[in-house]
Each structure stands twice: as structure tokens, then as C-alpha cells.
């Protein structure tokens, strides 16, 4: 499991997020850009797939609070073997392995991969795509006035 992401981050992934979706070119632009020491906006967006594959994969494999022991190692053993879990990783690592490098235009190809990717995976469409946005945008707001959240 990886460290959670800083709000910072978050709301710069989702804000390039939502450019790319809206096709919003100057945002697009002005979210993509990077100072020297910053993470790299693809580096940040596969952060971002890296968290929402934690969130939703478990749940539809079945594991919530509450399970008992073996309950659980059954159902975690489920989900390594299920195929949609072992092709989000291969996806996920490809994206990873090209974000730190990736040109302006790849990282436009890794935003749409990771949109496609949670319409693929859920029950979301494309009319959902914004609000969900929103929701992690709001998400990490709340997260970095509360860093308890």
C-alpha cells in the first residue's frame, strides 16, 4: 500500500484530471506544467490510480470492515487471482514507469487512461466522471484542513 497522497497533490491530479475531460486546453497546460523539484503531474495521476484501484478493487472483490479471518483471506485471495485486479497492476505499472518522463502529450495519455480505467472498472459513467472528480477534490480539502481525516 502506498503513503497517502498530500491534498496538494490530489487537487492538482484531479484539477488536470477534470482539464483533460473538459478538453481545456489552457488548463490543461497550466496543470501539466511542473517547477524543478516538483513530482511530475503524471507521476502525480498514477498516485491518484494508485488510490483509486485501493478503493475500489477490495470492495468488489467483497472485503469490508467486519470479516473475520478466514472470510477475509479467502476473499483477498479471490482478488489477487481475479482478472480484472491482475490487469489494473499491469495497467498501473505501465503508467508508472513512463509518468516520471512522460511529455505533455503522454501525460494527457495518462489522465485518459485512468478516466477510462474507473469507468471501465465501476458502475460510473461519463456523466459521473466530473462529480467524482469533485468528490476527491473535496475529499482531500477536507483532508488538509484535517489531517486526521
Known amino acids: 500500500m502506498t503513503d497517502p ?3 496538494d497533490d ?3 491530479a ?3 484530471l477534470e482539464a483533460v475531460w473538459r478538453e481545456d486546453e489552457t488548463d490543461t497546460a497550466a496543470l501539466g506544467r511542473h ?3 516538483e513530482r511530475p503531474t503524471a507521476v502525480l495521476l498514477t498516485e491518484l490510480g494508485e488510490s ?3 478503493l475500489l478493487l477490495p470492495g468488489q472483490a467483497g472485503i469490508h470492515d467486519g470479516m473475520g479471518d478466514q472470510e477475509l483471506a479467502a476473499a483477498a485471495e479471490k482478488m489477487l487471482t481475479d482478472p480484472t485486479v491482475r490487469v489494473s497492476r499491469v495497467l498501473l505499472e505501465t503508467l508508472q ?3 516520471p518522463t512522460a511529455t505533455a502529450a503522454q501525460t494527457e495519455i495518462i489522465a485518459r487512461a485512468l478516466i477510462s480505467y474507473l469507468l471501465a472498472v465501476s458502475t460510473a459513467t461519463e456523466n459521473d ?3 467524482l472528480l469533485g468528490h476527491l477534490r473535496q475529499a482531500a480539502l477536507q483532508r488538509g484542513s484535517d489531517p486526521s481525516v
Open 5 to 7: 497522497m498530500a491534498p
Open 35 to 37: 517547477e524543478p523539484g
Open 52 to 54: 483509486i484501484m485501493q
Open 97 to 99: 514507469a513512463l509518468a
Open 10 to 12: 490530489i487537487l492538482r
Open 14 to 16: 484531479c484539477g488536470y
Open 129 to 131: 466522471v466530473l462529480p
